[in-house]
């Protein structure tokens, strides 16, 4: 008896077998742009959300609107006392804090 | 007589000083032409602003500099006279322009190797300042901003895995092309330059030394320019001037890189800006590519970028529409300032219009 190729008998289960493998593969291949990835609009708001109000010296209500992209952003903080914006989105958190009147605002580590 | 005809020769380059018009503490100006080609112009920059939308021109500041007197400016809120505008990618032409200065201390040369002032790029030992500041590192950098945002190098630069140390993940990148030989705009590259330049001008320095070589001299009191967590400045991006500020680096520019009587930057500096990069090909970018500045030149076969300005025009150009235009033959600097979010401003139909609102041949 002829023994039947295993992709001719599941063929389905075969091209799933193959994305799956091609999709580990490819997150495998890039695991730190994946992981980092998550912080880009947490950072990304809380920066130049920083820089717009304590640089440019707009005022809040602009600022929100400046920096809104289309990924919701939520735990928004903005510390005018202490010139430090906060901002979690995507299960990150980012924060970046304005250091003076020449060096404007920093993305804290 | 050779004492009479120095003194001559004097005497013409003093009357030639007079002529000229330098701004000080504030621009001097001029009144502004008013008519159906000036309302052509604001019909084009200032049109009706949707915040909610966010589509079409939305220009936050427009200014003109004519014969190096103010002729125009308008601001649309919240942006004002005073307010120190983020700049993008204007930032990279500034560092050019610091590093001019730089030059002019004979601290460089342009074929220097840039591992021999930044050794993180020790691995790339044929790389050279002239390389980066043509943006042809050949490093394997991906610009893309929003479109690409997990193989975006810049992003990442920015707001995730670069943003300590901007450089240094610059340099990290892998290489696609021997150095100098192939053209792939890159803020990375723009950032070694601000790197490189620690060692040039040395730590000490380093932290003033926009300010005390380029803003000061030219009367520029509330520049901005972030840095990362090293301390590079973060010359791809974030500079921040007032318009009437930015239009002072456009005169140097008009004028050859000399302020009053001060040649600031080198005559062949300023040619090196201004010099197409030889092997840019033809719509690789919206400008051609010159020493860290944007030329309107015919480059590779390809008819000018902006037809609609004479071939010695050049611009400082970034994000969201910012841009500073310099056309040395109609003495004209031209700074915009904006929040393009859907690429619609066209930099020729403003340069179109602004020419015929101003390129006037009246001298004052």
């Known amino acids: ?109 | 007589m050779l004492k009479g005809v120095s003194l001559l020769f004097l005497l013409l380059v003093s009357l030639t000083a007079q002529a000229e018009t330098w701004p000080g503490e504030q621009w001097s100006t001029t009144p502004t032409p008013g008519g159906p080609a000036l309302q052509a112009l604001e019909a084009y920059a200032f049109p009706p602003r949707d915040d909610v939308s966010r589509k079409g021109v939305r220009t936050d500041a427009l200014l003109v500099i004519r014969d190096g007197r103010l002729i125009y400016e308008r601001y649309a809120s919240p942006t004002t006279v005073d307010t120190p505008h983020l700049t993008w990618s204007i930032s990279k032409s500034l560092i050019a322009t610091v590093l001019g200065v730089a030059y002019a201390e004979g601290r460089f040369k342009l074929e220097d190797p840039a591992a021999k002032f930044y050794p993180p790029l020790a691995g790339h030992p044929k790389l050279t300042l002239s390389d980066l500041l043509h943006w042809a590192s050949g490093l394997d950098w991906q610009e893309d901003y929003e479109y690409a945002p997990l193989k975006s190098s810049v992003v990442a630069m920015l707001y995730t895995r670069g943003h300590q140390d901007m450089a240094r993940f610059t340099a990290e990148h892998d290489e696609y092309a021997p150095p100098g030989q192939a053209f792939r705009y890159s803020s990375g590259d723009s950032n070694l330059l601000a790197a490189a330049l620690k060692t040039i001008v040395g730590p000490a320095r380093y932290a003033d030394y926009p300010w005390t070589a380029l803003f000061e001299p030219l009367g520029i009191r509330h520049a901005v320019w972030e840095t990362d967590a090293t301390g590079t400045f973060v010359a791809s991006s974030y500079a921040y001037l007032t318009a009437r500020d930015l239009a002072r680096v456009g005169l140097l520019m008009a004028r050859d890189g000399r302020w009053g009587d001060r040649q600031l930057l080198p005559a062949d500096w300023v040619a090196f800006n201004r010099q197409p990069f030889a092997r840019y090909q033809s719509h690789q970018d919206e400008a051609v590519p010159g020493g860290h500045w944007w030329l309107n030149r015919d480059a590779d076969g390809a008819a000018r970028p902006w037809p609609d300005a004479p071939p010695d025009t050049f611009a400082a150009l970034g994000h969201w529409g910012q841009a500073m235009y310099v056309i040395p033959s109609e003495r004209l600097v031209i700074v915009r300032y904006g929040d393009d979010r859907d690429g619609s401003y066209r930099h020729n139909e403003l340069l179109k219009r602004v020419r015929q609102a101003f390129a006037g041949t009246v001298q004052p």
């Open chain 1, 1 to 109: 008896m002829k023994r039947r190729h295993f992709v001719r008998r599941r063929p389905f289960t075969a091209l799933g077998a193959f994305l799956l493998i091609a999709l580990l593969g490819w997150i495998w291949q890039e695991r730190v742009a994946l992981w980092a990835f998550p912080d880009i609009i947490s950072a990304y708001t809380a920066k130049e959300y920083c820089s717009c109000r304590y640089v440019m010296n707009n005022d809040a209500q602009y600022c929100r609107g400046y920096v809104k992209q289309w990924l919701p952003v939520s735990g928004f903080t903005d510390d005018s006392a202490a010139k430090r914006v906060s901002v979690e989105g995507l299960g990150r958190s980012n924060s970046a804090q304005w250091l003076g009147e020449r060096q404007g605002c920093r993305l804290n580590p």
